[in-house]
DNA sequence: TATTGACATTAACGTTACGTAATAGTTTAA
DNA sequence: TTAAACTATTACGTAACGTTAATGTCAATA
């Protein structure tokens, strides 16, 4: 059986580009070139071709297939085990950029949470400072300084049972989100439950809860645009949804 | 602090080539050129260069790295979790690499085996067609060929453990013939202990042991270039050690 | 002061295993 | 006869630099 390029490409299932690459640097040589220049080749390069592809399959490289398959079995197996001497090297090092990987991950969720909290002390330290333009001024604002260190000591704190606990309840939290803007309903049932988480995750920043604070922080969703693009993210539409859903939630 | 490019590739651990290939691609240009036409790296650009050299030993890729360090915290994080999920795919075809690469060793090696199977099978058969020219023919030679038969189906029905133990005793067997040989007498007691070695492996193919077959075998070894070369790769002058050691072994 | 050695610069090729044109000739089917 | 479908060679592009090569600059020494 003879073969021209894109006959034994299709059988071999690689492009002709390859066949014709393979000649080129010697990897495999055509039995002939018939008189119009085509190459042409036969079953022994048929053979060869698919030593070469198991190889290739095996992630070795193309010089060192060369090298094997010229050589004896012995030597064969010696290239194997090189070869996987180093793939095992290799997976290792796969191994500890993954762990890096994550690692860094977390550390960014880590980090991300803390600019959040950075926010909230600011939103925290607004609103007494609204109340204190309002009200009077020692008792409010030793209450919100109260407040702001012991929200510093509590993420600070934080074990990591309650670090998890909080990713866990932020995924869910951003979740349910997703659904109830999907739904389009802010008084939804899925809605009122994504409140309630929210509150939920508030209470991991806060040391005392309430529903102004909550209608308060929600309305800076809105607007603030470092807040927005935050919830933006989640979906479109969030910031707005979530503050329409608390707000009957607070009712 | 100002750094030239060398200076600047001490402090960073990399080659000052790579500080030009970063400016020439835009990620990480000097602060200014002085006079002279030397780049002028600042400390903006160091603390640059070392997220650039973080994502890098993450194995992120330098026109990403470019994108996530011009993007916002958000956006970083969710580059590295696609990053990740390519490693985590990248590991995948690596373990079904090594375990192919794995099996192919096993199987070569069960190949080589099978290949030195054959060679005794041919020995035997020659061995007994000699006693068969010495004495009469058919009870010799119904006798060789149940031994045939035999040594075929013990090596066809070998256990996954026998093989196992094969393996083993072949890795033993060569070791210890290396430093025999190294050592350089064939009445040494290590010498002697990889005889009995042999014997044993031998044995994982022969259902009959004899003295005469043994010192016949290692003869062979000398005699055929096939069997030298296998021997000649554990060791120079193998072959001929081996029977030598045989030979006194079996007096 | 002239020279030397250690720096700097740009330009350009080499690395892997092909993909992808571009250009030109050949075979085959309609 | 013509067009489609093949063939050929040549050459650029890929990622992230390493490695010359040719040339220019700075600081220190003979």
Redesign the pocket.
Known sequence: MEY????LAELAG?????L???DEIGLLS?TRIS?????IYGQKEVDRLQQILFY?ELGV???EIGRVLTAKNFDGLSALQNHLAGLLERREQLELLIANVEKTIKAMKGEIIMTDKEKFEGFLKKMVDDNERQYGEEIRKKYGEETVKRSNAKVLNMSKEQYAALEKLTKELNETLKKAVDKGDPGSELAQKACELHKKWLCFYWDKYSKEAHIGVTQMYVDDPRFSEYYERIAPGCAVFLRDAVAIYCQ
């Open positions: 021209t390029v894109s006959k690689v492009s002709p580009r390859t014709r690459y393979y055509p008189s119009n220049g085509y190459r290739r490289p193309l010089d």
